[in-house]
C-alpha cells in the first residue's frame, strides 16, 4: 500500500514537472500562449454578448473622452476625419452602406448629413443606439439612416444577397465573432463590384529581442482584455477574404495628421489603464486601411 503512494506520488509530480516544462517551452515559442485570456476559453475570441456588456457599461467614459467618434487613430478634428473616410472609401450618392460596430453613429451620421444614401448603423449596444436614435432627431440628414441594435455578424448573415454597395467596419472588425465564417457571408451581402473598408490597428511584427518580445505580447495581452478586443493580424486577415474571392485593392496608412492619442492618452489616464504595465512604451500595432472588392462577375 505504502510503495502505491509513494509510486503515485511520484507519478503526480513528475506530471506537474511536465507541465512546467511544456508551459515554459510553448510561452517562449507562442507569446499567445504566454498570455491567453481565460475568458475566451471555448472560441478563443469574446463573445458579442460580453462586448455588448462592455460598450453599455464604458459608455459615458467614451462619451465623455472619444466624443461622437470611437476611433482610436484619428486627427484632432472629427469632422476631418468623417469626411476622410467618406473618401477613402468611396461613399458616393444612391449607395446602399452598411457601417458594422457603428458606436453611437458618429462616422454614419456625418455620411448621411452629407450624401443621398441609405445607411444601415449596426451596433451590439442597446445604450449606443438609443444614444444614437436622441442624437439624430434634431438633424437634419440628406440620407436616410437606419439605426440598428444588433450583432453584426448576424445581421450580415441575414442579409438578401448583393445588397450593400460599400461595408464599413472602423475599428471594430476585431469584434468578428469568427472572421473565417464572417467573409464569405460579408461577400454574398456586397453588390458585384462593391467594397469592404476596413480601417483598424493590426499586429506588429515581433520584436526579436526577448524582452521587447515579452512586453509587446503583454501589451497586446493587455489591449485585448481592456477592450474585449481580438487585435488584428495583418497577413490572416488578408489572407481569410482573398480565399472568399474578394481582391485586396487597397491597403495603407491613413493619411491625417495623427493626434499623438490625446483621446486614447485621457481615456487611459483617467481609467488607470496601462497596457504596458510600466515598461517603455513602443508602437506593437500600426493603423491601417485595407479595401477589398467583390469582384464584377
Ligand atoms: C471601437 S468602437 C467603433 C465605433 C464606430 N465605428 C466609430 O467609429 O465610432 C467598436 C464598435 O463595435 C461595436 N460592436 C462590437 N461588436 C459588435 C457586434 N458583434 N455587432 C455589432 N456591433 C459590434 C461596438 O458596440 C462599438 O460600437
Known amino acids: 500500500m505504502e510503495a502505491l503512494i509513494y509510486f503515485l506520488l511520484g507519478a503526480l509530480l513528475s506530471l506537474m514537472l511536465a507541465c512546467i516544462i511544456v508551459y515554459v517551452y510553448l510561452s ?5 500562449f504566454q498570455y491567453f485570456d481565460f475568458r475566451k476559453l471555448f472560441s478563443g475570441r469574446f463573445k458579442p454578448k460580453q462586448v455588448a ?12 473622452y472619444y466624443g461622437n467618434v470611437i476611433q482610436a487613430w484619428r486627427p484632432a478634428s472629427e469632422d476631418e476625419l468623417n469626411l476622410y473616410t467618406l473618401n477613402q472609401a468611396g461613399l458616393t450618392d444612391g449607395m446602399r452602406i452598411l457601417d458594422a460596430g457603428c458606436g453611437y453613429a458618429g462616422p454614419a451620421t456625418y455620411f448621411a448629413q452629407h450624401l ?4 444601415d448603423a449596426v451596433t451590439i449596444s442597446l445604450i449606443q443606439n438609443t444614444t444614437a436614435k436622441d442624437r439624430i432627431g434634431s438633424l437634419n440628414l440628406k440620407g436616410s439612416l437606419n439605426l440598428i441594435c444588433d450583432d453584426y455578424n448576424n445581421w450580415v448573415a441575414a442579409a438578401a444577397a448583393d445588397t450593400y454597395d460599400r461595408v ?3 475599428e471594430s472588425f476585431g469584434y468578428a465573432e469568427n472572421a473565417e465564417s464572417l467573409a464569405p457571408k460579408l461577400y454574398r451581402a456586397i453588390k458585384p463590384g462593391g467594397e469592404l473598408f476596413i480601417k483598424d490597428f493590426f499586429k506588429l511584427e ?13 501589451a497586446i495581452k493587455n489591449m485585448d482584455k481592456v477592450y474585449l478586443y481580438n487585435t488584428l493580424n495583418l497577413y490572416h486577415t488578408i489572407y481569410i477574404f482573398r480565399k472568399h474571392k474578394f481582391e485586396l485593392i487597397q491597403i495603407k496608412k491613413p493619411e491625417y495628421m495623427f493626434d499623438e492619442y490625446k483621446v486614447v492618452n485621457g481615456f487611459q489616464d483617467n481609467n488607470q489603464i496601462d497596457l ?6 513602443f508602437f506593437i500595432v500600426e493603423p491601417l486601411e485595407l479595401r477589398f472588392k467583390k469582384p464584377l462577375q
Do not use: M
Open 168 to 170: 464599413l467596419f472602423l
Open 206 to 218: 515581433l520584436p526579436e529581442n526577448s524582452f521587447d518580445r515579452n512586453t509587446h505580447a503583454l
Open 28 to 32: 517562449k515559442y507562442d507569446f499567445r
Open 116 to 119: 443621398h444614401a441609405t445607411i
Open 53 to 64: 456588456v462592455y460598450y453599455d457599461e464604458w459608455h459615458n467614459e467614451y462619451a465623455k
Open 276 to 281: 504596458y504595465e510600466g515598461r517603455p512604451k
